[in-house]
């Protein structure tokens, strides 16, 4: 038993270097797309202290939309635009209906409104466009699909897949964006000063409402790009919610306020996840997938409650 | 004018501090319970009792379990749904091992299982605040669900992978069990929900009670003052997941008749969790009143299309409901952030003065 | 007046030398990361008396009450509680030693009623077990009546009967300081630690309150260390006087002493270095 915790697996992976390789890279990808959702949220978080509980939703709606639009015939970069143009409504929507009347409640209330907006969209999605699986226009956006083997030697083969390329390409991209956004522009200004301080920010000329609207676009784009990528991995369905819930774990990593806290978080709950699922699930029966990240967070925040990146949280009365 | 307590003088600290101190809320409690008890009776059909009544009963006592946790003692939890799944599995196991033993007596008892299991969860809460927590009590939701399909000894390697209930008499009577009829199931429920919330208000009201609370609205000061922290969060964390354990195990055992892991899956923890928080947080006649609110909304939804001649496909209906259900919510935080009790509370206030409005 | 405060032997009229050391404080130092908040102090706390600690913001002073109570750990130095040195402890611990504390902002349990606040002071005191609460009816209730009685003397004592069910998030800054008196008296402290006790208030509301601080420590005995900016007030209250500037000691008396010396009047006015 204790072999088989302790040694069999690394005998495993120095025995077959293809295969452990080929684990790493499925972790790699899982975590940037855990990463894209988690980065929705720390959006929304950082300008609003809002947990935003409907990002996940978000990106299947976006999905969704995009595919549902392109099946009524829209030409599929149309169907692009015109859904950039619904996650804009939807964002002001959001800021004008939900957001501003809640203003300065506590922070479980603010979380529950999302939630309600999870099961809002749920039913709205699956009223407009039918609770079925739907098929990624992955082609018709020119998004590579092929793969390519990469051997090595008589030591086996990993095969990658284009599209998870690109996934990772375009989350590089997005983050360098956001990046530049928020630090070199002045709406990135005006946010920074609005997560630091909403009423000194308000003071100061700051549109709160604006900013928020604005935030909440950002993360309706994330939203959208993260349901592309997605779907075209897999297929377009509220499934997807359970998985989004995988984005928590990654903000525990990572900080709810810090970008580069999501991406590392991110990686670390997608690497741990596929080998602990594909190395050590075996031995209790498979399919610890389901909780392996919630536990890692867990042991990961007794031995450091304010996250990788937070700062170490001195309490004063 | 209607609700007038001016002329009622406490002359004892003790009925000062009665459950009710006021005569008006004593005669409400008694209506409440006597329709209760009497009128819903003789009066409700099966489908009401089945469809309406028990389930509601059975997610007020859920609702009330995750009330102590996150409404007296202020720590978040998500993993509800999996807490009433060990109190629903940990009765079965029992009813099956000893099947000569009152199943009543089981369902109070596997509420301890489901305590234990909490308090475990509750652990990291002495470090870990807030949203934090959440997260870290979907670790146990998600964990424990897992269990639920992964263990077959707790199913009893039922092929189906559910647990079914075995017909269970007690006093005569079968309570368990397809046979048993609505009303016998009505009335353990209600005794059961009423009996542990007449308790929990008890405890609410005394030294523990107020312990909870301290740490709820200030936990270092709470600490300043001798509250140990872990201690209280982790009784917290018993009691609520006891409450929350029986109230699955009644779920089961005299409303569903089986039960599959994904029955106790997340989306019940957020159907409580929409309960307690629309209901208000740290109140318990909230918890009955959200508990009304969230099952019986859906329930009635179903219905009116129907009622009024609209032919709509049961997807749909099953889609407006979240489409309502969700708008509602928003529309309930957005009215009155305190829930329902609150807006009860001040309906009240309204009845003290009225017909004046100050 | 004179006459009566002797005839009933209160702390006051005694040589402040002899009185018996509550607690000491030796060379304790305490920084955060690389921020010093107090370095190498030197304090004690006598029986019956009041005890001022001043200074300019930032000097350290609550820092100080909260190595006092526990809350912090001091890097260097120990603390002597009633002659004992004492080890490492978690606040509670302190607490349950006879050591309450109010707070520089309110820290009232704001979703609970006066009443509730100022019983929850009594947490420590009240025994009775889960399953007692859970009858309620008998030993609890019993209990609970014997420290509501208990309470209700603070209540009065404080003049805040109006206000007993009234939730504290309500009520006006000045009561809300008062009521959070109460709570920590609900403790029977041995050593009362006051923050600030009249931050914000209005003359009228720190004349109370200068009144309640004097009577508790003459009705009850209480010793008392007090954090205050109004130096009209600390000079009148206290019996001893510590100066803190930068977390260092520059002064430490008499109120008459403290006032006249020359490293207190250069703190607080400032010198040119």
Redesign the interface.
């Known amino acids: 038993m204790l072999y088989d915790i302790f040694v069999d697996p690394f005998v495993q992976m120095y025995q077959m270097p293809d295969f452990f390789l080929q684990v790493l890279w499925e972790g790699f990808v899982a975590g940037i797309l855990y990463a894209l959702i988690a980065l929705g949220f720390v959006l929304i978080f950082k300008a609003s202290g809002v947990f935003n509980f409907a990002q996940g939703i978000m990106v299947v709606f976006a999905g969704l939309t995009l595919v549902g639009l392109h099946e009524n015939g829209v030409p599929a970069f149309v169907a692009l635009g015109l859904t950039i143009v619904v996650m804009g409504v939807l964002a002001y929507g959001i800021e004008r209906v939900v957001m501003r009347p809640l203003v300065n409640q506590p922070d479980i209330i603010l979380l529950m409104a999302t939630i309600g907006l999870t099961y809002f969209l749920i039913g709205f999605g699956e009223f407009i466009f039918g609770g079925e699986p739907k098929r990624m226009i992955a082609e018709e956006l020119w998004l590579p699909t092929g793969s390519t083997a990469f051997e090595f030697g008589e030591r086996g083969l990993v095969i990658l897949q284009h599209i998870d390329i690109a996934a990772a390409v375009i989350a590089i991209i997005m983050v360098a964006a956001l990046g530049i956004f928020f630090n070199k522009t002045r709406i990135g200004r005006a946010l920074r000063a609005v997560a630091d301080d909403h009423q000194a920010a308000l003071s100061v000329g700051i549109s709160l409402n604006q900013i928020w609207a604005i935030v909440w676009f950002a993360a309706g784009l994330v939203a959208l790009a993260t349901g592309i990528m997605w779907g075209a991995r897999s297929d377009v369905s509220f499934a997807l919610e359970i998985v989004a819930f995988k984005a928590l774990p990654v903000l525990i990593l990572g900080g709810f306020t810090s970008i580069p806290g999501a991406i590392i978080g991110g990686l670390i709950i997608g690497f741990g996840e596929k080998i602990g699922e594909l190395y050590w699930g075996g031995l209790v029966g498979g399919g610890i997938e389901s909780w392996l990240a919630y536990i890692i967070a867990l042991i990961f925040l007794l031995f450091r409650p304010q996250g990788l990146f937070g700062e170490k949280i001195i309490e004063r009365v | 004018m209607f609700y007038r307590e001016a002329g009622q003088f406490k002359t004892s600290y003790q009925s000062d501090q009665a459950m009710f101190p006021i005569l008006q809320d004593r005669i409400g409690m008694a209506v409440i319970l006597a329709v209760a008890f009497i009128v819903v009776p003789l009066t409700a059909n099966d489908f009401f009792l089945t469809s309406i009544m028990i389930p509601f009963l059975v997610f007020s006592l859920a609702a009330i379990g995750l009330n102590v946790l996150t409404g007296f003692c202020g720590q978040l939890s998500l993993g509800t749904g999996a807490f009433m799944g060990v109190g629903a599995y940990a009765a079965y196991k029992l009813t099956t091992i000893f099947p000569d033993v009152n199943v009543v007596l089981f369902v109070l008892i596997s509420g301890f299982f489901s305590a234990g299991i909490g308090a475990i969860f509750g652990l990291p809460s002495l470090r870990i605040k807030g949203l934090y927590l959440a997260v870290t009590t979907l670790a146990a939701q998600f964990f424990l669900e897992w269990c639920f399909i992964r263990i077959p000894w707790l199913y009893n390697d039922n092929a189906s992978g559910a647990i079914e209930v075995p017909k269970r008499e007690m006093f005569g009577v079968i309570v368990s069990g397809a046979e048993a009829t609505p009303l016998a199931r009505y009335f353990v429920v209600l005794g059961i929900t009423v009996f542990i919330a007449f308790l929990i208000a008890n405890v609410l009201r005394g030294r523990i009670g107020r312990s909870w609370m301290m740490i709820r609205d200030m936990d270092i000061a709470a600490e300043l003052m001798g509250i140990r922290p872990l201690q209280t969060k982790l009784m917290a964390f018993a009691v609520s997941s006891y409450i929350c354990g029986v109230a699955g195990a009644m779920m089961v055992f005299f409303w569903l008749n089986a039960a599959e892991p994904s029955s106790y899956s997340i989306n019940l923890s957020f159907q409580i969790l929409f309960m307690v928080i629309l209901g208000g947080l740290g109140s318990l006649s909230g918890a009955f009143l959200g508990a009304a609110f969230i099952w019986i909304l859906p329930v009635m939804l179903k219905f009116i299309p129907s009622a009024i001649g609209l032919e709509i496909g049961a997807e749909t209906v099953e889609h407006l409901t979240f489409m309502v259900v969700g708008g509602l919510i928003i529309f309930f935080l957005i009215v009155e952030p305190h829930g329902f009790a609150r807006l009860w509370q001040i309906a009240k206030q309204k009845l003290r003065v009225w017909p004046f409005p100050y | 007046m004179n006459a009566i405060v002797t005839n009933e032997g209160l702390p006051t009229s005694e040589p402040v030398t002899q009185r018996e050391v509550l607690l000491k404080v030796d060379n304790v130092s305490l920084s955060?990361?690389g921020v010093k908040a107090i370095t190498d102090i030197s304090l004690d706390i006598q029986k019956g008396e009041i005890r001022a600690i001043i200074g300019p913001n930032g000097a350290g002073k609550?820092s100080m009450l909260?190595v006092i109570?526990g809350?912090y750990h001091p890097q260097e130095g120990t603390i002597t509680w009633r002659g004992e040195e004492r080890r490492k402890m978690?606040?509670?611990e302190?607490?349950?030693q006879g050591i309450?504390?109010t707070?520089?902002?309110v820290?009232?349990?704001?979703?609970?009623t006066t009443l509730?606040n100022i019983?929850?002071?009594?947490?420590?005191k009240?025994k009775?077990n889960?399953f007692w609460?859970?009858?309620?009816r008998g030993p609890?209730?019993q209990?609970?009546?014997e420290h509501?009685?208990r309470v209700?003397d603070i209540i009065d004592f404080l003049e805040i009967q109006a206000i007993r069910k009234t939730p504290v998030g309500k009520l006006p800054y000045g009561l809300q300081k008062r009521v959070e008196l109460g709570?920590a008296l609900a403790?029977e402290p041995e050593l009362l630690l006051l923050?600030e006790p009249m931050a914000g208030m209005n003359l009228e509301e720190k004349e109370d309150m200068s009144r309640f601080i004097l009577d508790v420590n003459q009705e009850f005995g209480t010793t008392i260390a007090l954090i205050e900016h109004d130096m009209g007030v600390v000079m009148d209250l206290s019996d001893r006087v510590v100066v803190l500037d930068y977390g260092k000691k520059i002064a430490d008396g008499p109120p008459e002493e403290v006032q006249a010396s020359q490293a207190v009047i250069d703190a607080y006015l400032g010198v040119s270095h």
């Open positions: 955060f990361g609550t909260n109570n809350f978690k606040p509670y302190a607490a349950s309450a504390r707070f520089q902002n820290a009232l349990f704001k979703g609970m509730d019983m929850s002071g009594r947490s420590l009240m009775k889960f609460q859970l009858l309620w609890a209730e209990e609970e009546i509501r009685r209700e709570r403790m923050d």
